[in-house]
Structure formats: structure tokens, C-alpha cells
């Protein structure tokens, strides 16, 4: 790992950096369904089928809130 990879993560005040992480911040399933407003049973299948990106950690789904926002943006928008 060299110096530069580590640097990244530090936040340094008003650099947006917490944001960022907030951002990626990722949450469970149970999660996504309250800010979606739909069942977890939807948020599953939302995943299984390719429409709402998520991660995989052992046996449960993860998924980032920019995955999220990103799944209301193109429902908004007409292709989701």
C-alpha cells in the first residue's frame, strides 16, 4: 500500500470527506426498504434481478446509499 492510499480516508475539516462517506455508508436491507418505502421481500428481488446495485458480505446483502439514490433518480427519471 503506498502513502498516498492511506491518505484518502483521513477527513480533514470542510473537505466534504464525511459526506463522501456517508454516502457510501452501506446499510442493510431492512434499511433500503424504510428509505425506499417498500418491503424488504422488494428490495431482495430489487437486487436479485440487477435493478438496485448491491454488495454481497457472506450471506447478506449490502447496499450503499448512492446505490440508493441512484435506483430514485432512475425510477424519477422513467427507466427503473
Same mark, same amino acid.
Given at each position: 500500500m503506498d502513502e498516498g492510499q492511506g491518505q484518502r480516508w483521513k477527513s480533514q475539516p470542510g473537505s466534504?470527506?464525511?459526506d463522501a462517506?456517508?454516502?457510501? &455508508?452501506?446499510m442493510s436491507v431492512a434499511m &433500503? &426498504?424504510?428509505l425506499l418505502g417498500v418491503s424488504?421481500?422488494?428490495?431482495r428481488l430489487l437486487a436479485k434481478h440487477g435493478d438496485l446495485k448491491h454488495?454481497?458480505?457472506?450471506r447478506r446483502l449490502k447496499i450503499s446509499r448512492k446505490q440508493v439514490q441512484a435506483f430514485l433518480d432512475r425510477v424519477e427519471e422513467g427507466r427503473g
Open positions: 466534504g470527506s464525511e462517506q456517508e454516502e457510501d &455508508a452501506l &433500503a &426498504a424504510r424488504e421481500k422488494t428490495v454488495y454481497r458480505i457472506g
